[in-house]
Each structure stands twice: as structure tokens, then as C-alpha cells.
């Protein structure tokens, strides 16, 4: 399946990225560094990657979306994640990447409280 990207802004500075496909090393990785770059550019940084949809990530991908994070920080935002299948959620454990990243189970849980000038609590 052909990696797709589908923003979905839930007010100012706030949206969901729902990423669809196979995230894997090489041209699915800079393709997630170049949306969360437009992101930033349109002032769009506090982020959630909604990964219902992914089906496949590899080790290169988890590296990208740690890149992701530090840039959206950088830029004053924070990055949650939301929805991920249980093997992307074991990835995630193993890694110890939810250490760095706060993981929900859903959607709306990721987005309670998360505005610029709200609650977020940054990692």
C-alpha cells in the first residue's frame, strides 16, 4: 500500500496527521519528516500521528518519528501518537520510544487538553 498522509486540524496549532500504509527505511521516511516540516511551516505543532492505519514499521521508521518529535519540540509543539496497531505498539514498548512520545489508545484521548495554550504536557 502506498504510504498516505491525511491532516485533519482540530483548531489553532492543533492536528492529526493519519497516516495510512507501510512506513519503512528510505522514501516512506522522508516523506514523514517532509509533513511534519509543512506542519511546522503552516504553525501547525502540537501533532498527533494517528496509526490505525499503519500496517508495517521498521526500526528506520521509528527513527524518523524520534526526528519528527524533536522538530515539532524545537518548534514549541509537542508529538503524541494515537491508535497503533498492538505490533507498532510492542515496536513502540520495545524501543522504548513511549518513554520519549506519549502513546493513547485513541484518537480523543490523545487530544484531551492538548492546545498551545493548554495542558500539554511536553516530553
Known amino acids: 500500500m502506498i504510504l498516505q498522509f491525511f491532516r485533519h486540524e482540530l483548531g489553532p496549532g492543533v492536528v492529526t496527521l493519519e497516516i495510512k500504509g507501510n512506513v519503512h527505511c528510505g522514501p516512506e521516511c522522508v516523506r514523514l519528516e517532509r509533513e511534519v516540516d509543512a506542519l511546522v511551516k503552516d504553525h501547525l505543532t502540537y501533532v498527533v500521528f494517528d496509526l ?58 490523545a487530544t484531551q487538553d492538548f492546545t498551545p495554550s493548554g495542558s500539554a504536557n511536553p516530553a
Open 52 to 109: 490505525k492505519s499503519v500496517t508495517h514499521m521498521d526500526s528506520a521508521a521509528i527513527g524518523a518519528i524520534v526526528r519528527c518529535h524533536s522538530k515539532l519540540k524545537d518548534a514549541g509543539g509537542v508529538l503524541r501518537l494515537a491508535s497503533a496497531q498492538p505490533m507498532i505498539a510492542h515496536s513502540l514498548q520495545i524501543t522504548k520510544v513511549d518513554r520519549i512520545i506519549q502513546v493513547f489508545a485513541t484518537i480523543p484521548e
